[in-house]
Nanobody, 123 residues
Framework: QVQLVESGGGLVQPGGSLRLSCAAS????????MGWYRQAPRKQRDLVAT???????NYADSVKGRFTISRDNAKNTVYLQMNSLKPEDTAVYSC?????????????????WGQGTQVTVSS
């Protein structure tokens, strides 16, 4: 069983910074692409940033130049550094990943979601 657990959310003033973490745990064999998504109240869930297992990154236009996604493969953790935060960044942020895990003598590769962490940008 694989779990993704996010941390680091909270309340921050406009212009401030937060760093989100997403740690994967369980019988992990390999972690492939990882990403952060966000969902504001009454809106659809949107892609924020993704990172491949080789370190290539992709960002939504709305966060380019302000957010940075990174990963520590030794710790099975992906991060999202968020700078110059705006009220419109307020949302529940969730991490997502394609992970291969051990199941008996087999490998199972599937997509996993974390439970989400609230980020509120307000004065």
């Amino acid at each position: 069983q694989v779990q993704l657990v996010e941390s680091g959310g909270g309340l921050v003033q406009p212009g401030g910074s937060l760093r989100l973490s997403c740690a994967a745990s369980g019988s992990i064999a390999s972690i492939y692409g990882m990403g952060w998504y966000r969902q504001a109240p009454r809106k659809q869930r949107d892609l924020v940033a993704t990172i491949t297992n080789g370190g290539s990154t992709n960002y939504a236009d709305s966060v380019k130049g302000r957010f940075t996604i990174s990963r520590d493969n030794a710790k099975n953790t992906v991060y999202l550094q968020m700078n110059s935060l705006k009220p419109e960044d307020t949302a529940v942020y969730s991490c997502n990943g394609d992970i291969s895990s051990y199941v008996g003598s087999y490998f199972l590769t599937r997509n996993y979601w974390g439970q989400g962490t609230q980020v509120t940008v307000s004065s």
